[in-house]
């Protein structure tokens, strides 16, 4: 029997839904739900259909797990939410200071009606959001640093591109090497946010813009690059389609940290990533925790859980009994 | 209210987790059992008594979990059975061939008196096995490699130290860069033996012992050194002590995978551990999963226990709600 799994709003992050499923044979793609009309929507799952939005709580009965791919600014606050009243959910909500909240809107959802919802799935939150805390509670005496990149950062290219005069931007978020290697080194260095991460700019312009000027209110903006050192290339639109169309990331999760009787050993535990496709792997996560969900569920669990709570046992469609002759 | 802690066998292990339960304020240490006369050991913590080990059981009502610091290859497979039935326990099992068989025995005692049991905690197996876990489940198209060292291997220097004419010595295991960088690369190269570790020797040979004999019988012992690039070294007694006393291990867990409708999109996952002292290190992760056992048992659950099967929160000594607003 497989997990049936519905998927809400398909773009980057849905296909990567519906590409992630077809690598496990325990979940079935069984419907794709979108605020377009879904005839425009094609999809690339043979034999699934795709429905409309207004539909999808009529499906509750064929869903075992519906994933909820809407952005976390305005989507998901709401979303995940109401779906939590008819269906086992996962979402990828990464608004960092706006979890707590999320969390007991999604939970007392979850709690009144009997399902799991598991929230902030991905890699930060999530597979970054495990391992401070695997690292953290075996060396509680230390100290851990995340660096993101190298990868393309969405919000920071679309802030460029609201730029009068900017066509088009990607921009790039890159670790700092020699802040990497003081912190690998176990010297738990304080690092300001400009010791931490590049910023690198590709940008195309409107034909006789002012690249001064652009170039400036890039570097200078608040909150975005001012506090960072940015580099600012100008290139024309067939290079960013050329060089630029990835959506690579990744980044680093480091602690350092002391044992013996006056700390005399240093330790260093580093967890990282290299990612071609930011919402391809984001996805293969979701997808690891879909099926975490619908086990806890038919174990009688029930309300709202982060990676922090799901046993790594439930992410694995081997046994208990293989992961322990296999991976132990 | 602390959690209190017994320490059956105080070798490297037991004081690695003495020193550990320091660093925790919610854990306690209240007992050091051993073999040897208790009045010939001297602990660290003040106001804490050393008993002889057949006093152990009596003391089962003061005690909330007891760790087991015996070797795998005599001591545990019978101390955790044993143990199981009186204590919640911790182990450091790492015989990997066997894990499946003391699982069940442990398993059998633990829910027959309502405990659990944590077996085969500590980095491998321990924090390998969870990255290996949940790497292969976030990408399930791939293939992962677990390297070791830089680090004494005990069982290797142990049989350089039986060869005629050895006097004392240390085997470092060293991971190949060349390796490391093609898995890294995301190649999923194919690699045997030989071309994944060196070993390097350090050997104190008797005076007038015939050197080229003992490098060629280091060389050529089956198992241990001859599938393997060895360099043997012959140094001084003193040189030994002062350059080769520590116990510093460490190594790698890569996995590479595709994503992508057909595979296009490549990731590596990459874990890695630094260790000054390996002991040490394992007494972390040891002492951390000592309290996730007394939250299990508190919370109703018995039987035995791998790292595969406790969620991440209860770990740490942070709440929930910290931990939702601090590491996620």
């Not at 598991?118 to 805390?133: E, V």
């Not at 679309?158 to 990607?170: H, L």
């Not at 400036?216 to 169309?245: C, G, Q, W």
């Not at 690891?288 to 859980?305: I, L």
Request: net charge negative; aromatic share 8%; with cysteine.
């Amino acid at each position: 029997m497989t997990i049936r799994i519905g998927i809400m709003g398909y773009g980057n992050l849905g296909r990567g839904i519906e590409c992630a499923i077809r690598q496990n044979d325990d979940l079935e793609l069984v419907a794709v739900f979108t605020r377009r009309p879904p005839e425009t929507v094609r999809i690339l799952t043979e034999g699934v259909n795709v429905y409309h939005v207004d539909d999808a709580i009529k499906m509750k009965d064929e869903i075992d797990v519906l994933i909820l791919c809407g952005g976390s600014a305005t989507d998901l606050p709401k979303q995940t939410v109401e779906y939590a009243k008819y269906f086992n959910v996962v979402d990828s909500f990464d608004t960092h200071a706006k979890i707590p909240e999320h969390f007991e809107n999604v939970n007392k959802m979850a709690v009144e009606n009997n399902n799991v919802a598991l929230i902030s799935a991905g890699w930060d939150p999530g597979m970054f959001s495990l391992n401070r805390l695997y690292a953290s509670a075996v060396l509680p005496q230390g100290k851990d640093y995340t660096f993101w990149g190298k990868g393309i950062s969405q919000g920071h290219s679309d802030a460029i591109r609201r730029i009068e005069g900017v066509k088009n931007a990607k921009q790039y978020t890159i670790p700092i090497e020699s802040a990497l290697e003081a912190v690998r080194n176990g010297s738990e260095p304080e690092l300001s946010t400009r010791e931490k991460h590049l910023r690198e700019c590709f940008v195309v312009a409107e034909e006789g813009a002012d690249l001064s000027r652009i170039e400036n209110e890039i570097k200078t903006m608040p909150n975005y690059f001012a506090d960072y050192d940015t580099t600012v290339h100008f290139i024309t639109e067939e290079e960013l389609l050329r060089d630029h169309s990835g959506i690579p990331h990744g980044g680093f999760v480091i602690r350092s940290g002391k044992t013996g009787w006056n700390g005399e050993n240093s330790h260093v535990i580093e967890y990282s990533l290299k990612l071609d496709s930011n919402p391809e792997f984001t996805s293969s996560v979701i997808v690891a925790y879909a099926r975490a969900v619908y086990r806890m569920k038919n174990e009688g669990m029930s309300g709202c859980k982060t990676v922090f709570d799901v046993a790594p046992a439930y992410l694995t469609s081997m046994s208990a009994d293989e992961i322990r002759k296999n991976l132990l």
